[in-house]
Protein backbone atom coordinates (compact mmCIF):
# COMPACT_ATOMS: atom_id res chain seq x y z
CA UNK A 1 0.00 0.00 0.00
CA UNK A 2 2.91 2.50 1.09
CA UNK A 3 4.25 2.06 -2.45
CA UNK A 4 0.78 2.48 -4.36
CA UNK A 5 0.91 5.93 -2.37
CA UNK A 6 4.25 7.11 -3.59
CA UNK A 7 3.34 6.10 -6.74
CA UNK A 8 0.16 8.21 -7.19
CA UNK A 9 1.77 11.12 -5.60
CA UNK A 10 5.17 11.13 -7.57
CA UNK A 11 2.72 9.79 -10.31
CA UNK A 12 0.44 13.40 -9.73
CA UNK A 13 3.33 15.51 -9.23
CA UNK A 14 5.25 14.83 -12.65
CA UNK A 15 1.95 14.36 -14.34
CA UNK A 16 1.51 18.38 -13.36
CA UNK A 17 4.94 19.14 -14.56
CA UNK A 18 5.05 17.23 -17.68
CA UNK A 19 1.63 18.98 -18.75
CA UNK A 20 2.76 22.31 -17.87
CA UNK A 21 5.75 21.80 -20.14
CA UNK A 22 3.81 20.08 -22.80
CA UNK A 23 1.28 23.10 -23.49
CA UNK A 24 3.91 25.61 -22.88
CA UNK A 25 6.03 23.90 -25.76
CA UNK A 26 2.83 23.30 -27.80
CA UNK A 27 1.79 27.02 -27.90
CA UNK A 28 5.00 28.23 -28.25
CA UNK A 29 5.47 25.86 -31.09
CA UNK A 30 1.70 27.17 -32.69
CA UNK A 31 2.98 30.93 -31.89
CA UNK A 32 6.11 30.14 -34.10
CA UNK A 33 3.82 28.86 -37.09
CA UNK A 34 1.66 31.83 -37.21
CA UNK A 35 -1.52 30.25 -35.00
CA UNK A 36 -3.38 33.32 -33.94
CA UNK A 37 -3.17 33.72 -30.02
CA UNK A 38 -7.57 32.85 -30.27
CA UNK A 39 -6.77 29.68 -31.83
CA UNK A 40 -3.82 28.94 -29.38
CA UNK A 41 -6.26 29.55 -26.68
CA UNK A 42 -9.36 27.76 -27.62
CA UNK A 43 -7.62 24.56 -29.43
CA UNK A 44 -4.12 24.15 -28.09
CA UNK A 45 -3.99 25.16 -24.72
CA UNK A 46 -7.66 23.14 -24.38
CA UNK A 47 -6.31 19.95 -25.79
CA UNK A 48 -3.21 20.80 -23.66
CA UNK A 49 -4.87 21.19 -20.60
CA UNK A 50 -6.93 17.93 -21.08
CA UNK A 51 -4.23 15.81 -22.00
CA UNK A 52 -3.37 14.32 -18.96
CA UNK A 53 -7.24 13.26 -18.65
CA UNK A 54 -7.22 12.25 -22.17
CA UNK A 55 -4.16 9.88 -21.25
CA UNK A 56 -5.20 8.85 -17.68
CA UNK A 57 -8.39 7.32 -19.09
CA UNK A 58 -6.68 5.42 -22.53
CA UNK A 59 -4.69 3.72 -20.08
CA UNK A 60 -7.31 3.13 -17.86
CA UNK A 61 -9.62 0.99 -20.36
CA UNK A 62 -6.90 -0.14 -22.47
CA UNK A 63 -6.54 -2.27 -18.38
CA UNK A 64 -10.16 -2.81 -18.04
CA UNK A 65 -10.40 -0.21 -14.65
CA UNK A 66 -13.69 1.63 -16.51
CA UNK A 67 -14.26 3.18 -12.72
CA UNK A 68 -10.95 5.06 -13.41
CA UNK A 69 -11.72 6.25 -16.98
CA UNK A 70 -15.07 7.67 -16.37
CA UNK A 71 -14.31 8.93 -12.71
CA UNK A 72 -11.35 10.67 -14.09
CA UNK A 73 -13.24 12.85 -16.89
CA UNK A 74 -16.71 13.21 -15.17
CA UNK A 75 -14.42 13.94 -11.66
CA UNK A 76 -12.26 16.36 -13.71
CA UNK A 77 -15.44 18.10 -14.76
CA UNK A 78 -17.02 18.30 -11.49
CA UNK A 79 -13.44 20.05 -10.41
CA UNK A 80 -13.20 22.38 -13.11
CA UNK A 81 -16.36 23.99 -12.66
CA UNK A 82 -17.22 23.68 -8.91
CA UNK A 83 -13.60 23.86 -7.64
CA UNK A 84 -11.48 25.77 -10.34
CA UNK A 85 -13.72 28.25 -11.11
CA UNK A 86 -15.08 28.77 -7.45
CA UNK A 87 -11.78 29.35 -5.79
CA UNK A 88 -10.69 31.56 -9.18
CA UNK A 89 -13.85 33.53 -8.33
CA UNK A 90 -13.08 33.95 -4.56
CA UNK A 91 -9.75 35.60 -5.40
CA UNK A 92 -11.28 37.51 -7.90
CA UNK A 93 -14.60 37.69 -9.22
CA UNK A 94 -14.38 36.37 -13.08
CA UNK A 95 -16.01 39.01 -15.75
CA UNK A 96 -17.26 37.20 -19.08
CA UNK A 97 -16.18 39.40 -22.40
CA UNK A 98 -15.56 37.11 -25.33
CA UNK A 99 -18.00 36.48 -27.36
CA UNK A 100 -16.47 32.90 -28.54
CA UNK A 101 -17.02 31.88 -24.68
CA UNK A 102 -20.63 32.76 -24.37
CA UNK A 103 -21.11 30.98 -27.51
CA UNK A 104 -19.08 27.40 -25.97
CA UNK A 105 -21.42 28.09 -22.45
CA UNK A 106 -24.72 26.60 -24.31
CA UNK A 107 -22.58 23.68 -26.42
CA UNK A 108 -21.11 22.24 -23.31
CA UNK A 109 -24.76 22.63 -21.45
CA UNK A 110 -25.76 20.30 -24.62
CA UNK A 111 -22.79 18.07 -24.51
CA UNK A 112 -23.24 16.81 -20.81
CA UNK A 113 -27.04 16.34 -22.18
CA UNK A 114 -25.89 14.45 -25.24
CA UNK A 115 -23.55 12.27 -22.45
CA UNK A 116 -26.55 11.82 -20.25
CA UNK A 117 -28.72 10.19 -22.88
CA UNK A 118 -25.88 8.03 -23.74
CA UNK A 119 -24.95 6.67 -20.49
CA UNK A 120 -28.90 6.12 -19.14
CA UNK A 121 -28.82 2.33 -20.40
CA UNK A 122 -25.64 1.92 -18.36
CA UNK A 123 -23.24 1.11 -20.95
CA UNK A 124 -21.19 3.01 -23.38
CA UNK A 125 -20.98 1.36 -26.12
CA UNK A 126 -18.13 1.77 -29.52
CA UNK A 127 -20.94 3.28 -31.05
CA UNK A 128 -21.42 5.76 -28.50
CA UNK A 129 -18.14 6.84 -28.25
CA UNK A 130 -17.34 7.34 -31.93
CA UNK A 131 -20.85 9.58 -32.02
CA UNK A 132 -18.69 11.36 -28.70
CA UNK A 133 -15.42 12.03 -31.57
CA UNK A 134 -17.38 12.88 -34.20
CA UNK A 135 -19.40 15.09 -32.50
CA UNK A 136 -15.94 16.21 -30.90
CA UNK A 137 -14.30 16.59 -34.45
CA UNK A 138 -17.46 18.85 -35.28
CA UNK A 139 -16.68 21.31 -33.17
CA UNK A 140 -12.84 22.06 -33.23
CA UNK A 141 -14.13 22.88 -36.87
CA UNK A 142 -16.09 24.99 -35.58
CA UNK A 143 -14.03 26.63 -33.39
CA UNK A 144 -11.14 26.74 -35.67
CA UNK A 145 -13.63 28.71 -38.09
CA UNK A 146 -14.34 31.10 -34.81
CA UNK A 147 -10.35 31.74 -34.34
CA UNK A 148 -10.11 32.70 -38.07
CA UNK A 149 -13.18 34.98 -38.29
CA UNK A 150 -13.21 36.79 -34.42
CA UNK A 151 -9.34 37.80 -34.44
CA UNK A 152 -10.52 40.68 -32.06
CA UNK A 153 -11.99 38.55 -29.59
CA UNK A 154 -11.36 39.70 -25.50
CA UNK A 155 -9.79 35.75 -25.46
CA UNK A 156 -7.25 36.39 -28.42
CA UNK A 157 -6.08 39.62 -26.77
CA UNK A 158 -5.30 38.08 -23.35
CA UNK A 159 -3.47 35.05 -24.27
CA UNK A 160 -1.71 37.55 -26.70
CA UNK A 161 -0.41 39.03 -23.82
CA UNK A 162 0.20 36.20 -21.98
CA UNK A 163 2.12 34.38 -25.17
CA UNK A 164 4.65 37.53 -25.09
CA UNK A 165 6.10 36.40 -21.71
CA UNK A 166 6.30 32.44 -22.50
CA UNK A 167 6.96 32.28 -26.03
CA UNK A 168 10.18 29.86 -26.07
CA UNK A 169 13.01 29.58 -29.06
CA UNK A 170 11.30 27.03 -31.96
CA UNK A 171 13.74 24.44 -30.65
CA UNK A 172 12.86 24.57 -27.09
CA UNK A 173 9.30 24.41 -27.68
CA UNK A 174 9.56 21.58 -29.54
CA UNK A 175 12.22 19.44 -27.13
CA UNK A 176 9.59 20.95 -24.17
CA UNK A 177 6.65 19.85 -25.81
CA UNK A 178 7.92 16.04 -26.70
CA UNK A 179 9.56 15.56 -22.87
CA UNK A 180 6.29 16.78 -22.14
CA UNK A 181 4.33 13.95 -23.73
CA UNK A 182 6.33 11.12 -22.92
CA UNK A 183 6.51 12.15 -19.25
CA UNK A 184 3.00 12.42 -19.61
CA UNK A 185 2.19 9.13 -21.00
CA UNK A 186 5.02 7.96 -18.35
CA UNK A 187 3.51 9.49 -15.16
CA UNK A 188 -0.08 8.49 -16.02
CA UNK A 189 1.23 4.80 -15.99
CA UNK A 190 2.34 5.45 -12.64
CA UNK A 191 -0.85 7.32 -11.22
CA UNK A 192 -3.14 4.41 -12.64
CA UNK A 193 -1.36 1.07 -11.31
CA UNK A 194 -1.18 3.42 -7.87
CA UNK A 195 -4.58 4.12 -7.92
CA UNK A 196 -5.69 0.47 -8.73
CA UNK A 197 -3.55 -0.75 -6.19
CA UNK A 198 -4.89 1.68 -3.60
CA UNK A 199 -8.83 0.81 -4.78
CA UNK A 200 -7.92 -2.55 -4.32
CA UNK A 201 -6.33 -2.48 -0.90
CA UNK A 202 -9.30 -0.48 0.88
CA UNK A 203 -11.75 -2.60 -1.03
CA UNK A 204 -13.34 0.37 -2.92
CA UNK A 205 -14.02 0.78 -6.38
CA UNK A 206 -11.98 2.49 -9.05
CA UNK A 207 -14.67 5.02 -9.43
CA UNK A 208 -14.50 6.69 -6.34
CA UNK A 209 -10.98 7.05 -6.79
CA UNK A 210 -11.14 8.16 -10.30
CA UNK A 211 -13.62 10.82 -9.28
CA UNK A 212 -11.71 12.53 -6.08
CA UNK A 213 -8.43 11.69 -6.09
CA UNK A 214 -7.17 11.42 -10.06
CA UNK A 215 -9.78 13.76 -10.86
CA UNK A 216 -8.51 16.84 -8.58
CA UNK A 217 -4.73 15.51 -9.76
CA UNK A 218 -5.40 15.97 -13.43
CA UNK A 219 -7.08 19.38 -12.88
CA UNK A 220 -4.54 21.23 -11.12
CA UNK A 221 -2.66 22.71 -14.76
CA UNK A 222 -5.91 24.07 -14.79
CA UNK A 223 -6.56 25.26 -11.46
CA UNK A 224 -3.00 26.59 -11.49
CA UNK A 225 -3.31 28.27 -14.98
CA UNK A 226 -6.66 29.69 -13.50
CA UNK A 227 -5.57 31.04 -10.97
CA UNK A 228 -2.92 32.93 -12.15
CA UNK A 229 -4.79 33.96 -15.25
CA UNK A 230 -7.62 35.53 -13.09
CA UNK A 231 -4.83 37.59 -10.54
CA UNK A 232 -3.26 39.20 -13.85
CA UNK A 233 -7.16 40.18 -15.11
CA UNK A 234 -7.00 37.46 -17.39
CA UNK A 235 -10.75 36.99 -16.80
CA UNK A 236 -11.43 34.80 -20.01
CA UNK A 237 -8.62 32.85 -20.03
CA UNK A 238 -8.97 31.68 -16.58
CA UNK A 239 -13.33 30.75 -17.77
CA UNK A 240 -11.80 29.84 -21.27
CA UNK A 241 -9.13 26.88 -19.36
CA UNK A 242 -12.77 25.15 -17.36
CA UNK A 243 -14.87 25.85 -20.66
CA UNK A 244 -12.35 23.79 -22.81
CA UNK A 245 -11.08 21.31 -21.06
CA UNK A 246 -14.85 20.18 -19.97
CA UNK A 247 -15.31 19.91 -23.71
CA UNK A 248 -12.39 17.97 -24.33
CA UNK A 249 -12.84 15.76 -21.51
CA UNK A 250 -17.32 14.76 -22.37
CA UNK A 251 -16.05 14.12 -25.47
CA UNK A 252 -12.69 13.21 -26.12
CA UNK A 253 -11.57 11.82 -23.25
CA UNK A 254 -14.67 9.31 -22.66
CA UNK A 255 -14.81 8.87 -26.21
CA UNK A 256 -11.09 7.30 -26.88
CA UNK A 257 -11.41 5.74 -24.30
CA UNK A 258 -15.04 3.95 -25.16
CA UNK A 259 -13.29 3.62 -28.32
CA UNK A 260 -10.72 1.65 -26.57
CA UNK A 261 -12.44 -0.92 -24.22
CA UNK A 262 -16.57 -0.32 -24.22
CA UNK A 263 -17.84 0.52 -20.48
CA UNK A 264 -20.56 -0.77 -18.46
CA UNK A 265 -21.57 1.97 -16.22
CA UNK A 266 -23.22 1.77 -12.30
CA UNK A 267 -26.33 3.49 -11.55
CA UNK A 268 -24.52 6.15 -9.36
CA UNK A 269 -22.78 7.29 -12.10
CA UNK A 270 -25.94 8.56 -13.51
CA UNK A 271 -28.03 9.39 -10.45
CA UNK A 272 -24.73 10.83 -8.99
CA UNK A 273 -21.92 11.99 -10.42
CA UNK A 274 -23.62 12.86 -13.88
CA UNK A 275 -26.65 14.58 -12.70
CA UNK A 276 -24.23 16.54 -10.40
CA UNK A 277 -22.17 17.60 -13.67
CA UNK A 278 -25.09 18.51 -15.41
CA UNK A 279 -26.17 20.21 -12.22
CA UNK A 280 -23.32 22.73 -12.18
CA UNK A 281 -22.78 23.02 -15.82
CA UNK A 282 -26.22 24.36 -16.19
CA UNK A 283 -25.30 26.55 -12.78
CA UNK A 284 -22.18 28.13 -15.03
CA UNK A 285 -24.67 28.49 -18.02
CA UNK A 286 -26.76 30.50 -15.84
CA UNK A 287 -24.53 32.41 -14.10
CA UNK A 288 -21.75 32.96 -16.70
CA UNK A 289 -23.76 33.77 -20.04
CA UNK A 290 -24.58 36.90 -19.07
CA UNK A 291 -28.12 37.52 -20.59
CA UNK A 292 -28.27 41.11 -19.81
CA UNK A 293 -24.63 42.02 -20.62
CA UNK A 294 -21.24 40.95 -19.58
CA UNK A 295 -21.39 37.40 -17.72
CA UNK A 296 -19.67 37.95 -14.03
CA UNK A 297 -19.23 34.99 -11.52
CA UNK A 298 -19.06 36.99 -8.28
CA UNK A 299 -17.62 36.11 -5.24
CA UNK A 300 -20.77 34.50 -3.57
CA UNK A 301 -21.60 32.57 -6.30
CA UNK A 302 -17.74 31.69 -6.31
CA UNK A 303 -18.35 30.29 -2.98
CA UNK A 304 -21.37 29.04 -3.58
CA UNK A 305 -19.64 26.51 -6.36
CA UNK A 306 -16.59 25.59 -3.91
CA UNK A 307 -19.02 24.88 -0.64
CA UNK A 308 -21.28 22.47 -3.61
CA UNK A 309 -17.63 20.56 -4.29
CA UNK A 310 -16.44 20.05 -0.70
CA UNK A 311 -20.12 18.92 0.20
CA UNK A 312 -20.00 16.63 -2.87
CA UNK A 313 -16.41 15.35 -1.87
CA UNK A 314 -17.43 14.72 1.64
CA UNK A 315 -20.69 12.93 0.73
CA UNK A 316 -18.52 10.20 -1.64
CA UNK A 317 -16.18 9.50 1.47
CA UNK A 318 -19.06 9.40 4.06
CA UNK A 319 -20.48 6.77 1.45
CA UNK A 320 -17.63 5.16 0.23
CA UNK A 321 -16.89 4.13 4.34
CA UNK A 322 -19.88 3.53 5.33
CA UNK A 323 -21.39 6.91 6.99
CA UNK A 324 -24.03 6.99 3.99
CA UNK A 325 -26.60 4.50 3.00
CA UNK A 326 -27.30 4.63 -0.73
Known amino acids: MTLAILAVLSGLALLVWSADRFVEGSASMARHFGMSPLLIGMVIVGFGTSAPEMVVSALAAGQGNPGIALGNAYGSNIANIALI ?36 DGAL ?22 GLRQRTDTLGQEMEAAL ?54 TSLPELASS ?68 GRINRLEGASLLAAYIGYTAYLVMETFGGVTS
Do not use: C
Not at 104 to 109: D, H, R
Not at 125 to 146: E, H, N, P, S, Y
Open 125 to 146: TRQDALILLVVFGGLMAWTIRQ
Open 164 to 217: ETRTKPLGSAIAWMGLGLVLLVASSRILVWGAVKIAQGLGISDLIIGLTIIALG
Open 227 to 294: VVATRKGEHDIALGNVLGSNLFNTLAVVGIAGLIHPLKIGPEVVSRDLFFMIVLTVSLFVIGYGFRGP
Open 85 to 120: LGLTALINPITVHSQVLRKELPILTAVSGLALFQLW
